[in-house]
């Protein structure tokens, strides 16, 4: 099982839906947890930081299961400006167990 | 506030060749990362930097070497370039290691 998986997508979703994404992870004893969103060809930027607690930010909203180790993003009324490749980012405690996902490519349609 | 700047943006190099890759944060950032981007992959650390001083391995360090020139500065060099490392370089920074990442905007590197 790879450490973090995301689904590649493209999840193609017309302007105004409701669109989640999913992201596993395998080290229980993961630490912290980010959403980034990269546009193509330019460089990740961080959505949010995800919390036990869950936290929303505007249109999204970033969940935290544990007990299933995985993260979720949600993001309401889909704008074209969302447009992009979303990354899932998780630490396991150390400089170099920092994992990144492949991404989840979304394409916002008119 | 610049964050953190690469230099250059785009290189072509030919095999063989080498080069470097410029890093600078003035976030004030005790750690520094460098690393690549393939397609269909995700981001894979290539070498990092806890601290001022200090430099270690990442998951795919072959055929790189870095150098923390003090606090701001984390520079990548390719000793010899070979069409492998064709890819993109992104460095970013952490204050603290469960803190988010800040990147930089990528060199395009390109070796033929």
């Known amino acids: 099982r790879k450490e973090v998986e995301q689904d590649p997508g493209p999840f193609n979703v017309p302007e105004g839906a409701t669109v989640a994404f999913n992201c596993t992870y395998s080290?229980?004893?993961?630490?912290?947890f980010f959403w980034y969103r990269q546009d193509c060809r330019k460089e990740p930027k961080l959505l949010m930081s995800?919390?036990?607690s869950g936290n929303e930010d505007g249109r999204f909203t970033a969940q935290l299961n544990r007990a299933s180790q995985y993260i979720s993003l949600l993001i309401r009324d889909s704008k074209l400006s969302d447009s992009a490749t979303y990354l899932c980012v998780v630490n396991s405690g150390g400089y170099q167990k920092v994992t990144f996902g492949i991404g989840t490519k979304l394409q916002v349609i008119p | 506030n610049a964050g953190v700047t690469q230099t250059p943006k785009f290189q072509v190099l030919k095999t063989g060749q080498s080069m470097t890759l410029q890093c600078a944060q003035d976030m004030n950032h005790n750690s520094m990362y460098w690393y690549r981007q393939d397609p269909g992959m995700g981001l894979r650390l290539i070498y990092y930097?806890?601290?001022?001083?200090?430099?270690d391995k990442g998951e795919v360090p072959n055929g790189y070497n870095v150098s923390r020139l003090n606090k701001r500065e984390f520079s990548l060099r390719l000793e010899s370039a070979a069409p492998s490392q064709t890819s993109v370089y992104f460095c970013?920074?952490?204050?603290?290691?469960?803190?988010?990442?800040?990147f930089g905007d990528g060199t395009r590197l390109s070796i033929l």
């Open positions: 995800v919390y036990s």
């Open positions: 930097s806890a601290s001022e001083g200090t430099t």
């Open positions: 080290n229980s004893a993961s630490q912290s």
């Open positions: 970013a920074s952490t204050g603290q290691v469960n803190q988010p990442q800040h």
